[in-house]
């Protein structure tokens, strides 16, 4: 009989698969606390490359920078929760290897705190989320948003965060309105709840 695969603790897994990829990954998912916000916070972070910096000017030697690009917390992390699992379940190391993130936001209640690695595809899908979701007080648009967003594609994800932070912010906010339409409707629109309803049925 073929010995069984030995499970690999939480604190174990962290240290050998999920650590090593912090100091490369484009993206950082980073879980804490603010004390003025409803715990857990999300807080996502994008490594912006030297040569992609516009303050480098009098910088002899620049370093790559992690720029906050938003938070998510309180009952739109509670709606989107299921969709930032899927979402997560799919990273993969320099390998393409699964890093098996979704035990890290397995729980109801989320106790894990510290920094996740998060892939292009994830990190521009978390992007359009976290920047979309906000200022929307109707949590069935949030939740239609996430799983809208999670329909797109790699190269989808990509240009459409493009166009909500690449540009001025006048135009940024534009697009962001533009965007919040596409994707949930107008506010009190009857279908909303009909199109969410599909979507938790083919998810």
Known sequence: MAAKKKKTDPESHYAQRIKPELNQAKWIIRITEHKDKPMPVLIL????QPDQRTDTRDMVAPRAVLKER?????????????????????VTDQADIP????????????????????????????GLVFKLQERIKEMDRVELIARRVDRFTKEEAAYWYSRISNFTDTANRWAMAGMKIMLAGHPNDKHIEKMLDKLRLNY
């Open 45 to 48: 972070k994008e490594r912006i």
């Open 70 to 90: 938003g938070l998510l917390y309180g009952p739109s992390l509670t709606r989107c929760l299921p969709v930032l699992k899927t979402i997560i379940t799919r």
């Open 99 to 126: 890093l098996e993130l979704q035990q890290y936001l397995n729980r109801k209640r989320i106790t894990f705190r510290g920094n996740l690695p998060l892939d292009d595809e994830a990190g521009y899908k978390m």
